[in-house]
């Protein structure tokens, strides 16, 4: 029982990585920001095929004035991850195509490995003027240390992500398949490690998962963001990662490292010819969501529209082209869909907890 119910949370669960303590960075307009963080910009409204296909409308309920300032979105962590330059890029475009005067801005409150940031957003007032990052990830932070963002104090927009888990290896290690690894960590209990940002996180547990499927035990060995896991691999210092395929580009790009399996049920479109961990022969699966939430109560018009702005904008075939370049695994769902699946990762991951701690 316990397996399944892992394999089922595990496919909802979000890398973070382990943001430093700090004051609050200035925020700054997504709107003037995407452009350099994405490298490109879309192209401006009325210059091609993307106008005709923006069907945005105004539902019943909505204040004909919204928004009459700026969206202020929070987020917990440092600038420059996929996901983070992923919003900006759809905050400029639904800023452009609805015309807005006015822009929706990122909030950096970085701290306490999102507490900071996920603890301020869900207690502003639902007025929707204040939205934010939320990852599955935030639940397993809101269940292990009884904080107030769990799934029934917000209201979920839009999901821009799923984001496959991946196992992998230096490129000159001599493991080359996920069995080898497996293997080599069951003969040598505690001896092989594995590096993870965050070992209570998806990560972690992954790895916990990933052990009980295979005899296996490793040295899990946490660091304070992926580019260290990843520098450490490649390095020799550490002998494998358990990290998300988003994270992992620009060091197989240059030939660093290599991906020994994914977490997807099926093989992830972004890396075809990786096999899954149940191809690899162990029942997990590793799949991280990283949704866009406003604080419970929010007006469910404010809600509805901001979600189809949402979606609109991840459809726009400029911002695809974006997404296409980055490698985005962009994985659009709605208001509706998102707290659908949000709800069952909640309800499933605090069964687990009530059955078997993890802190």
């Not at 303590?21 to 995407?34: L, Q, R, Y």
């Not at 029942?283 to 529209?305: C, L, W």
Request: proline content about 5%.
């Amino acid at each position: 029982m316990k397996k399944r119910i892992f394999a089922f949370i595990l496919s909802a669960l979000m890398t973070v990585s382990l943001a430093a303590c700090g004051s609050s960075a200035p925020a700054a307009s997504a709107a003037s920001a995407s452009g350099a963080a994405s490298g490109s910009t879309a192209s401006s409204s009325g210059s091609s095929s993307s106008s005709s296909s923006w069907n945005v409308t105004r539902p019943a309920g909505l204040p004909a004035d919204f928004p009459t300032k700026e969206i202020t979105y929070v987020y917990p962590f440092g600038t420059g991850s996929m996901q983070d330059t992923y919003f900006r890029i759809l905050a400029e475009k639904i800023k452009e195509k609805e015309n807005w005067k006015h822009s929706i801005v990122v909030k950096q409150q970085e701290g306490a490995s999102g507490d900071i940031g996920w603890t301020s957003m869900c207690k502003a007032k639902p007025d929707g003027y204040t939205i934010g990052f939320a990852p599955t990830a935030q639940q397993i932070t809101a269940i292990a240390q009884n904080r107030p963002y769990t799934f029934d104090k917000l209201s979920y927009i839009f999901n821009m992500m799923s984001d496959p888990g991946a196992v992998g290896v230096s490129s000159k290690s001599e493991y080359n398949t996920l069995q080898d690894l497996m293997n080599a960590a069951k003969e040598n209990p505690g001896k092989i490690s594995m590096g993870v940002t965050s070992v209570t996180g998806s990560e972690g547990l992954a790895v916990i998962q990933l052990e009980e499927a295979s005899g296996a035990k490793f040295n899990v060995v946490p660091y304070d963001s992926e580019t260290e896991v990843l520098t450490a691999v490649a390095g020799g210092h550490c002998d494998a990662y358990c990290l998300n395929v988003g994270d992992l580009a620009t060091f197989l790009d240059q030939g660093t490292i290599k991906i020994l399996g994914v977490g997807t049920k099926e093989r992830s479109s972004i890396e075809p010819d990786v096999p899954t961990y149940g191809e690899c022969g162990y029942d997990v699966t590793q799949v991280n969501s990283r949704a866009i939430a406003a604080p419970a109560g929010t007006d469910a018009a404010i809600v509805q529209y901001l979600s189809d702005c949402f979606m609109a904008a991840a459809s726009d075939p400029d911002v695809q082209k974006q997404c296409a370049q980055m490698t985005i695994p962009y994985d659009s769902m709605d208001a509706q869909d998102t707290t659908t699946i949000f709800k069952e990762y909640y309800n499933n991951f605090l069964q687990l907890w009530q059955t078997d701690p993890w802190a």
